[in-house]
């Protein structure tokens, strides 16, 4: 990570602090909405946490049920990548808290730790809707419906969460895009287009691999040619990280309709950078790089790190050689300023 970069983040991280005084997190979870998982929500509170909360194998600094503050009196939604939960992006749901924002994770039905059936395009098109209810959840539960502003909402996306950000600020995909995507770039960017069913070794049986990924693709997604998208006009900020951005019609984000920031990962092996946060970048007149990580895997931007991952997740999400985890708080505070920024100037 440059010398420079380094510089941009230490001021985002002043810029962010310089107008809100850091508080505690509180942790709560609403019940989920139809068609849809939990929604866990980090925000504001007085209340130091006594000791750590333990979620599974994560050790989260928060009270649980403690009383909100209002903070800066702003919202930002958190859409996970797939197989995901909340616990891994505690870190970075913290930094906007510190910033005075309120964070609610829902997690998507279909996509997330325990529930894996409906991965990939089905769970794509519905992960917008799932962000709408989770602004509906907030808004109706008594402790956060006086407090906070739900005409101006941020969204973060990481991964397939990445699209669901890029969905919201307006860009159109299909699946039929994504096979057309992966007609034409099959062995770049296997992992993108078989995920974590099979891997290309070099071996006698890669030419078979790629063939029968060709048939399924074709076969679930060819035909499949309705443009998708979601209008959600409490959203006013949007930041997508790593995103999944194959099946994306690049035209419509030429000029999105929010304020958009990116975070790019230049040794992605999940979703090759060229295919999806260069295309973006390319594609976008108005984006803002908000962090690169130029050594940066797929799963960088996570913390905590998920342990005991199967190997081929492990592979596709471990930090490449030469990744500095140190620089992780400057990225999470570049990515709160982005939303001071464009909710609570």
Do not use: E, F, I, R
């Given at each position: 990570m440059s010398g420079r970069f380094r510089r941009l983040l230490a001021l985002a991280a002043l810029g962010t602090a310089a107008g809100l005084a850091s508080a505690a997190t509180g942790l709560t979870v609403l019940p989920a909405p139809p068609d849809s998982g939990p929604v866990t929500v980090f925000y504001p509170t007085s209340t130091v946490a006594a000791s750590k909360l333990q979620r599974g194998p994560f050790s989260i600094d928060a009270t649980l049920n403690a009383a909100p503050l209002r903070g800066n009196g702003h919202l930002v939604v958190m859409s996970h990548g797939s197989g995901g939960s909340p616990w891994p992006q505690a870190d970075l749901a913290q930094t906007l808290v510190n910033a005075g924002f309120t964070v609610a994770m829902p997690e998507h039905a279909g996509d997330n730790w325990h529930d894996m059936r409906d991965v990939g395009p089905a769970t794509w098109k519905h992960r917008p809707k799932e962000v709408s209810q989770a602004i509906d959840a907030m808004a109706a539960d008594a402790r956060f419906a006086p407090l906070l502003d739900f005409q101006h909402?941020?969204?973060?996306?990481?991964?397939?969460?990445?699209?669901?950000?890029?969905?919201?600020?307006?860009a159109r995909w299909s699946p039929a895009g994504l096979s057309k995507h992966c007609d034409a770039h099959l062995t770049e960017d296997f992992p993108t287009c078989v995920g974590l069913l099979t891997e290309l070794n070099g071996g006698p049986f890669d030419p078979l691999k790629r063939t029968i990924a060709t048939w399924i693709i074709h076969f679930k997604f060819a035909d499949d040619t309705a443009m998708q998208g979601w209008d959600e006009p409490r959203i006013k900020a949007a930041v997508a990280s790593v995103p999944?951005?194959?099946?994306?019609?690049?035209?419509?984000?030429?000029?999105?309709r929010i304020p958009l920031g990116l975070v790019r990962a230049g040794k992605d092996g999940w979703l090759a950078p060229p295919w999806h946060i260069d295309a973006v970048r390319a594609a976008c007149q108005g984006c803002t790089l908000v962090a690169d990580m130029p050594d940066g895997g797929h799963g960088s931007i996570l913390s905590p790190q998920p342990p005991d991952l199967p190997a081929r997740a492990a592979k596709l999400l471990t930090d490449p050689p030469g990744f500095d985890r140190g620089a992780l708080p400057g990225v999470y505070a570049a990515i709160a300023a982005f939303f001071v920024k464009n909710l609570a100037p």
């Open positions: 909402v941020g969204v973060y996306g990481m991964s397939a969460g990445g699209l669901t950000a890029l969905t919201l600020a307006g999944m951005a194959a099946p994306v019609d690049m035209a419509s984000l030429v000029q999105p």
